[in-house]
């Protein structure tokens, strides 16, 4: 993002008071500009979080009420995906796009949260904005944590590197990422945007469905792999080991085998 463009909208973000667009034949109410605050986040207390590492634990508010995010969690995989503020267009589409989607995560046995850097009471008003404008009025129904003392933000290193030395004061880019944590607890696949890309949920699925069909099957998936698709057997299994667990398979190389993928 331009220096031009990040102070564009930091400088937006820190207006007050702000009017959320009012729907037709209703008046605009004023909406909670994040008021600057202190803090004391070190670089050296920065968790580090890897692919396998446990997913840290927290306490936070939510639009949905308190939780603990481990009972959160419980059995099912989750979706963690976080932004930097209420009221910003790009999160606002990506919202309730997980919003309409939140049927096919629950198939797969997934949880969605939501995370923004902004109080509870700003989290609801924009709330009423997704379902103006993204949802067509169907209710926005999973939580939005309200992360506004940017702790969980911080336990999760989700800002930017500008954003992590900004992050005592005030407005903190970029608060963008997506983190997949298995029922064990156990991060799985993390992804990191910049302010100014929307992220693509169909894409969110499709690495939910490679990591639940790997646990599943030890079968591992190919380039722009789908639902359905062929998928690759494991070089460490033998040919001898693949055909009795797989079935019939086509090896391209030794290294390189490819087979139906096994049924649900």
């Known amino acids: 993002m331009s220096s ?14 702000r009017l959320r667009p009012a729907a037709t034949g ?5 909406m909670l500009a994040p008021a600057r605050f202190q803090s004391t986040f070190k670089a050296e207390d920065q968790p580090r ?4 590492s446990v997913a840290p634990n927290f306490k936070a508010i939510t639009t949905e009420g308190e939780i603990d995010f481990h009972e959160f969690i419980g059995d099912s995989w989750t979706i963690l ?35 923004s850097a902004d109080s509870l009471e700003s989290h609801q008003a924009w709330l009423k904005d997704i379902e103006d404008t993204q949802t067509a009025g169907k209710k926005f129904d999973f939580p939005i944590i309200a992360d506004f003392d940017r702790k969980v933000s ?24 997506v983190f997949i944590i298995d029922p064990s607890k156990k991060v ?35 380039v722009n792999w789908t639902d359905g698709q062929d998928v690759i057997i ?31």
């Open 154 to 177: 911080f336990l999760y290193d989700m800002v930017d590197e500008e954003g992590f030395k900004k992050l005592n004061q005030g407005i903190a880019f970029t608060i963008r990422n």
């Open 49 to 52: 979080i890897r692919i396998g």
């Open 81 to 115: 995906f976080s932004h930097p503020a209420d009221f910003t267009p790009v999160c606002t589409t990506e919202l309730g796009a997980f919003s309409v989607l939140k049927e096919e995560f629950a198939k797969r046995n997934a949880k969605l949260i939501g995370l």
């Open 4 to 17: 031009i463009l990040r102070r564009t909208i930091a400088s937006s973000l820190r207006a007050a008071p």
């Open 234 to 264: 494991p070089p460490s299994v033998s040919n001898a080991d693949a055909s009795a667990k797989y079935g019939e398979f086509k090896e391209l190389k030794p290294y390189l085998r490819f087979t139906k993928q096994p049924a649900k």
């Open 26 to 30: 209703s008046v605009a109410r004023p």
């Open 188 to 222: 799985r696949l993390f992804l990191v945007y910049p302010a100014s890309t929307g992220r693509n949920t169909a894409e969110v699925l499709r690495v939910l469905d490679a990591l639940q069909l790997t646990d599943r099957s030890g079968l591992v998936t190919p």
